[in-house]
């Protein structure tokens, strides 16, 4: 069975920083990616995904992760954050080949960014 | 909105109750996961339908979880015998089948609360 660790439970920022939330995935086998945000109030939201092909894979509002395959790493980035990124982020993994997609979800990470 | 939709959005219930909460998937998507979601979490998987098939069921899925999705459409998730570690976020997700991968599409989740 696959799992996935966020590292960081809360990140503070303020506006403009450089973002990086950590996503490290324990399966053996292949898998499709994912990153979804939730932001307060609202349902999930896909942010962007890797299936296969370029492991640096852009998002919605200027979001992009990369896969690196040897770390079990799929980290997310944004170079300049804004104070509506304010959301949880969640990173998912499912395993190619397993005949459905249940997606594995990490426990989140909570984005605070201040003005 | 051609989202997923589900209903009710909150339930409160007394303990030792039945509830049942429904999900009405993207018309075209033949696929249907139900997650819980407790505080601090991330969505759990408990069950899956391909058309109207259940295909998997979660080890979280106790006994007093059933869920349907009768003519491959809306499915409904019905909890009997409620207890106050049955409160959680009730999401349920669809996706169409895009062969080895495909996107899941989360609704705004039921709110259960068993006091």
Redesign the interface.
């Known amino acids: 069975a696959q799992s ?1 660790s966020q590292h960081n ?1 809360h990140v503070i920022l303020s506006e403009a920083a450089s973002l990086e939330l950590g996503c490290n995935y324990s399966y053996g086998g292949t898998v ?1 990616l994912f990153w ?1 945000v939730q932001y307060p109030g ?5 942010l962007l ?1 890797y ?1 296969s092909g370029d492991p640096l894979v852009k998002g919605i509002k200027g979001f992009e992760a990369e896969f690196i395959k040897s770390k079990f790493s799929f980290n997310l980035r944004k170079p300049s954050v804004q104070w509506s990124d304010t959301a949880e982020y ?1 990173c ?1 993994v ?1 395993a ?2 397993s005949g ?9 990470t909570m984005l605070l960014v201040s003005p | 909105d051609t989202g997923v939709s589900q209903n009710p959005r909150h339930k409160i219930t007394k303990r030792g109750q039945n509830v049942t909460f429904r999900c009405d998937p993207i018309s075209e998507h033949n696929r249907l996961y139900w997650y819980r979601q407790t505080l601090g979490q991330g969505p759990e998987f408990l069950t899956y339908f391909q058309n109207e098939a259940q295909l998997e069921k979660s080890r979280l899925l106790s006994d007093r979880f059933s869920a349907e999705r009768p003519k491959g459409s809306f499915s409904t998730l019905e909890i009997q015998r409620t207890e106050q570690g049955d409160s959680a976020m009730y999401l349920c997700a669809s996706s169409i089948t895009l062969g080895e991968a495909d996107e899941q599409y989360f609704g705004p989740g039921t709110r259960l609360t068993v006091t």
Do not use: D, I, M
């Open positions: 996935v439970h499709n979804y609202q349902h999930l939201q896909l995904k299936f969640f998912a499912n190619r080949g459905y997609s249940t997606l594995t979800f990490g426990k989140g």
